[in-house]
């Protein structure tokens, strides 16, 4: 009988260890379910506080610590910096990023391994230069990024411009044509090297990454306005150039523009450059009837984006009109 009721005695302190554990797993369920809610609201102060629960309930809900560490890095505010109730959500950011990196960087799961990939780029953001400028800790992430996907080509952009922020330029110019070369099809790397170019005052290599993008995006007319548009800048701004160089990249500009229009005679971004630049061509111009000609032209334009405009806005309006009253006047 003694033994027998041992052994009962183990029998229920197993039952109920186990009966505790799967309460606390319900009580971590709950508290994760209510706290997504929460993120999802972008009410980042109670979300952290749920997901706080449910990690103390069940500790090995790894997803949440990314969702931690991202509803604590919201609540940062960048005009706050140097205040230390303020920058504690940065150091809490950190903590819960790592955490879950290192819980989910290996998974087998595809998913919660994305998680964990994401937790090591959003580490690389923390430690940047508008956050902690921290780049110390940063460079190394960023180099983890890059041999876990050689062939990402933003895991080179990452590190690129940490190398920037530190005024490395040449190693940050060879990441950002790195980032091309292991994807030379995608327009988003000629992008990012005409911005940084552009960045450093570089007009040359600005000009020929935008004219890189539009070779690779022909059909679209964006890729055609932004070399336009660069030019135009250019020539407006820069008062060292000669007339001759001016008045080049004026027409280069107008034949980009048309490159647009022809895509996508609505453009009204093109439209308005366009007209602008034949504005300044009229100004340069010492013919009286060729002078006229541009501003008629420029006159048409200027009314065109201005009709496409309004048609735009009573379009978007009309589509608001028609939420709102599916919803009974509550929005969407």
Partial sequence: MRALSGALAVALVALSAAGCAQLAQLQAMKA?????????????KKAATLYEEALAANPNLAQAYFFLGN???????????????ND???????????????ALGQSPVPEEKKIGKLA??????????????????????????????PNEPGNYQS?????????????????????????????LGYMILAGFHNRQGNFEKTMDA???????????????????????????????????????MLARSIEAEDRA??????YVEALTIKNIVLRMQANAEKDPKKQKALIDEA?????????????QSSSAAATDAAAKAKTGGKGK
């Fill in 299 to 311: 006159d048409r334009l200027r009314n065109k984006a201005m009709a496409v405009q309004k048609a």
């Fill in 120 to 149: 090591l780029e959003y580490l690389v953001a923390a430690y940047g230069v508008d956050k902690l400028a921290d780049f110390d800790k940063a460079e190394p992430i960023a180099a983890k990024l890059i041999s876990l996907e």
């Fill in 88 to 102: 504690v959500m940065l150091t809490k950011a950190v903590e819960y990023y790592q955490k879950a990196a290192d």
């Fill in 210 to 248: 935008w004219e890189k993008r539009a070779k690779i995006e022909p059909n679209n007319p964006e890729a055609h306005h932004m070399i336009a548009f660069y030019l135009y800048e250019k020539a407006f701004k820069d008062y060292t150039l000669s007339a001759a160089t001016k008045k080049d």
């Fill in 159 to 187: 590190i690129g411009k940490l190398y920037e922020d530190q005024g490395r330029y040449e190693e940050a110019e060879a990441k950002f044509n790195k980032a091309i070369e292991v994807r030379p099809n995608d327009p």
């Fill in 261 to 266: 229009l022809a895509l996508n005679g609505d």
């Fill in 71 to 85: 509803s604590y890095d919201n609540q940062f505010k960048p005009s706050r910096k140097g205040e230390a109730d």
């Fill in 32 to 44: 994760f379910k209510a706290a997504n809610a929460a993120y999802q609201a972008q009410d980042y």
